[in-house]
């Protein structure tokens, strides 16, 4: 791979001079050295020709790396898989496993995150609870305050009642 790129670099280079030395010429023939209206055409077509097989070549050997590095990898992949075949590591079991293991722990953190939203739902419940146990408290007192004077009345009138009866007194 690095010889390749390493090739491919160098031709790049000689391509990128060559063209240099083609504008330099056509800078220095348009300059009016006698240089004719065709020559000077020739010398731009044979540019814009030498622009274009470096602009090809480039794309093909971008085409080339990625191709080769695709081709690395799987050469890594096998490596990886017979290595741990002589290890005595069957990969796609592992693969496998590693797959139920996130699917478990995908499980857990949903489960985690109801209960933990149950948790929530349940303390503001109890807080409310709480809230409410002090008026309910408050009110019951209220309510025996109540029903004492209520009694109170009672009694008092119903000795008034029988201090005016007739025959009473």
Not at 20 to 23: A, E
Not at 25 to 28: G, I, P, T
């Given at each position: 791979?690095?010889?390749?790129?390493?090739?491919?670099?160098k031709?790049?280079?000689?391509?990128?001079?060559?063209v240099?030395?083609?504008?330099d010429?056509?800078?220095?023939r348009?300059?009016?050295e006698g240089?004719?209206?065709?020559e000077?055409?020739?010398?731009r077509?044979?540019?814009?020709?030498?622009?274009e097989?470096?602009?090809?070549?480039?794309g093909?050997?971008?085409?080339?790396e990625l191709?080769?590095?695709e081709?690395?990898?799987?050469?890594?992949?096998?490596?990886?898989?017979?290595e741990?075949?002589?290890?005595?590591?069957?990969?796609g079991?592992?693969?496998e496993?590693?797959?139920?293991?996130?699917?478990?722990?995908?499980?857990?953190?949903?489960?985690?995150?109801?209960?933990?939203?149950?948790?929530?739902?349940?303390?503001?419940?109890?807080?409310?609870?709480a809230?409410?146990?002090?008026?309910?408290?408050?009110?019951?007192a209220?309510?025996?305050?109540?029903?004492t004077?209520?009694?109170?009345?009672?009694k008092?009138?119903?000795?008034?009642?029988?201090?005016?009866?007739?025959?009473?007194?």
């Open positions: 791979l690095k010889n390749a790129e390493a090739r491919m670099f031709e790049n280079q000689t391509l990128h001079a060559e240099r030395t083609l504008q010429q056509l800078a220095h348009s300059t009016g240089a004719s209206e065709r000077i055409s020739y010398w077509q044979r540019l814009d020709q030498q622009r097989e470096a602009e090809t070549r480039e093909a050997a971008r085409m080339r191709e080769l590095k081709e690395l990898e799987k050469v890594r992949k096998e490596k990886r898989d017979l741990a075949r002589l290890g005595g590591v069957d990969m079991a592992v693969q496993d590693h797959a139920t293991v996130k699917r478990i722990e995908g499980r857990h953190n949903d489960e985690a995150r109801k209960m933990q939203d149950e948790i929530s739902m349940l303390k503001e419940r109890l807080q409310w609870y809230e409410n146990q002090e008026i309910v408290t408050k009110n019951g209220r309510v025996l305050e109540l029903e004077m209520v009694a109170d009345l009672q008092g009138k119903l000795g008034k009642v029988g201090k005016s009866a007739p025959g009473g007194a």
